[in-house]
T-cell receptor, first 115, second 116 residues
Framework: DQQVKQNSPSLSVQEGRISILNCDYT??????FLWYKKYPAEGPTFLIS?????DKNEDGRFTVFLNKSAKHLSLHIVPSQPGDSAVYFC??????????????FGKGTKLSVKP | NAGVMQNPRHLVRRRGQEARLRCSPM?????VYWYRQLPEEGLKFMVY????????ESGMPKERFSAEFPKEGPSILRIQQVVRGDSAAYFC??????????????FGPGTRLTVT
């Protein structure tokens, strides 16, 4: 039973345009959401997070939107750059729901930004 | 400020041998998490430890796997009598005390275990 789903295995975007990566979740106990970026043969790198009390968080070119009623979040990258090409993982945590803070990951979306 | 360190980066073991994976958290971090990533999959939680305590091991296989985070030294993930299905990338993450409001987990580069 996959609690965090990233339904697009891959996404291709032109440099300078917006990249939108999507993530859906099923567990209503999740109250904290994170996005990680991963290059091959490296560990995931933390990008941005959002608490369930917010619906938007912005950090430079990265913005995360949370729609709790739809159990959906998205990561916007604008403008996209070739160096953004990587696999992006959505992760969720139920900090106060007994999971002790461990993260549940989606399967990832591979983003390719073409020059 | 050094990040999360893991060693070895690559480990090859024959079936039946033991694998020991080590993780040193970021300075100032007292919480360690271990995750496993199989090919074409996301990361799967295994175990959460604080110094000298296992907080949550709900993701650990019941047999052959164990983890510790001693008072001194790195956290160790130990896999006894490895089988081919244990071949995966094992990632360690650390985070500061949650009551400081920091919930982000910072990952190490991983150990790639290959069982032949």
């Amino acid at each position: 039973d996959q609690q965090v789903k990233q339904n697009s295995p891959s996404l291709s975007v032109q440099e300078g345009r917006i990249s939108i990566l999507n993530c859906d979740y099923t567990n209503s106990m999740f109250d904290y959401f994170l996005w990680y970026k991963k290059y091959p043969a490296e560990g995931p790198t933390f990008l941005i997070s959002i608490s369930s009390i917010k619906d938007k968080n912005e950090d430079g070119r990265f913005t995360v939107f949370l729609n709790k009623s739809a159990k959906h979040l998205s990561l916007h990258i604008v403008p996209s750059q070739p160096g953004d090409s990587a696999v992006y993982f959505c992760a969720a945590s139920a900090r106060y729901g007994g999971s002790q803070g461990n993260l549940i990951f989606g399967k990832g979306t591979k983003l390719s930004v073409k020059p | 400020n050094a990040g999360v360190m893991q060693n070895p980066r690559h480990l090859v073991r024959r079936r039946g041998q033991e694998a020991r994976l080590r993780c040193s958290p970021m300075k100032g971090h007292s919480h360690v998490y271990w995750y496993r990533q199989l090919p074409e999959e996301g990361l799967k939680f295994m175990v959460y430890l604080q110094k000298e305590n296992i907080i949550d091991e709900s993701g650990m296989p019941k047999e052959r796997f164990s983890a510790e985070f001693p008072k001194e030294g790195p956290s160790i993930l130990r896999i006894q009598q490895v089988v081919r299905g244990d071949s995966a990338a094992y990632f360690c993450a650390s985070s500061p005390l949650p009551d400081r409001g920091d919930y982000e987990q910072y990952f190490g580069p991983g150990t790639r275990l290959t069982v032949t």
